[in-house]
């Protein structure tokens, strides 16, 4: 028999490489542009929603809910992050380039 997990745990040690994101405040956005693969959308859904991403636009050929392959990656992330879909990426591009 082993001990427990939780007291052999070690807090979690944040590296030189997290340095660079530090100062970056949120809320951030992503601008997903003719994105062929929709496991690779619901891969961004699932990243967007485990780390606070205010929304996910979603421009161009990118597939967007409901969609069975985008849910099968997103495991429900595509009903927690805010979403909007775009024909042309020009257009969310300048509203979030206005924003700052």
């Avoid at 979690?12 to 100062?23: I, K």
């Avoid at 951030?28 to 929304?55: C, H, K, P, Q």
Wanted: contains cysteine; aromatic residues 8%.
């Amino acid at each position: 028999m082993g001990t427990p997990m939780d007291s052999e745990r070690l807090p979690f040690q944040v590296t030189s490489l997290g340095s660079a994101y530090e100062g970056l405040s949120p809320p951030a956005v992503v601008l997903l542009d003719n994105i062929r693969s929709m496991y690779n959308v619901g891969s961004f859904f699932r990243t967007a929603d485990a780390v606070g991403i205010e929304a996910l636009y979603l421009c161009g050929i990118t597939a967007h809910p409901p969609k069975p392959a985008i849910s099968k990656t997103a495991l429900r992330a595509e009903d927690a992050v805010p979403w909007q879909h775009h024909a042309d990426a020009r257009e969310p591009l300048a509203a979030l380039r206005g924003r700052g």
